[in-house]
């Protein structure tokens, strides 16, 4: 009995150091230490599994790690870029809307212009019309004065007509 004893005692103290060592792996995993090596176990029982399973979680969860950091780093350079993006168009909304304001006063200048123009214009046409009415009333003027002067020419004729008369006769 003392030697089954001593075996079960012997036995029991194997497994307890391997089931410590992957306990302290686990605790060491736990507060965030992947950088820990593989479990080694030397027996082929079930503690020897677990170990083996246990290095096999631990291999997945550094792999896992990696990838989210390189995720994460993707992620932040796309973010940057599109930062950059929304800058670019943010200083092309502002270039669009300085140029559309720009646009909008050229237009009220235009219109102003536009008005002054016509206002112009309506005054010249005016000047015209007096001009054309003043034109008239000279040409009127005119005629009544040639028509005038035919009257006295005629009359001159007739009073040279006259005294050509009394003289001769």
Do not use: P
Not at 22 to 32: D, L, P, Q
Not at 34 to 57: C, H, P, R, W, Y
Not at 59 to 76: F, G, M, P, W, Y
């Amino acid at each position: 009995i003392i030697i089954g004893l001593t075996i079960a005692i012997i036995i029991s103290r194997g497994i307890a150091k391997n089931v410590k060592l992957v306990s302290a792996s686990a605790e060491e995993i736990a507060n965030g230490n992947l950088t820990i090596g593989k479990v080694v176990v030397k027996s082929k029982d079930e503690v020897a599994q677990l170990a083996q399973s246990f290095n096999i979680m631990a291999d997945n969860l550094r792999t896992l790690i990696k990838e989210v950091s390189q995720t994460s780093e993707q992620v932040a350079a796309s973010s940057e870029e599109l930062l950059a993006s929304a800058e670019e168009t943010t200083a092309a909304t502002n270039q669009v809307a300085n140029s559309i304001t720009s646009v909008a006063s050229s237009v009220e200048v235009q219109g102003k212009n536009t008005e002054e123009s016509a206002q112009g214009i309506n005054e010249i046409t005016l000047g015209i019309t007096r001009i054309a009415e003043n034109a008239s009333a000279v040409a009127m003027s005119s005629a009544h004065t040639t028509e005038q002067a035919s009257k006295g020419n005629d009359n001159i004729q007739n009073v040279v007509k006259q005294m050509n008369t009394i003289y001769n006769a």
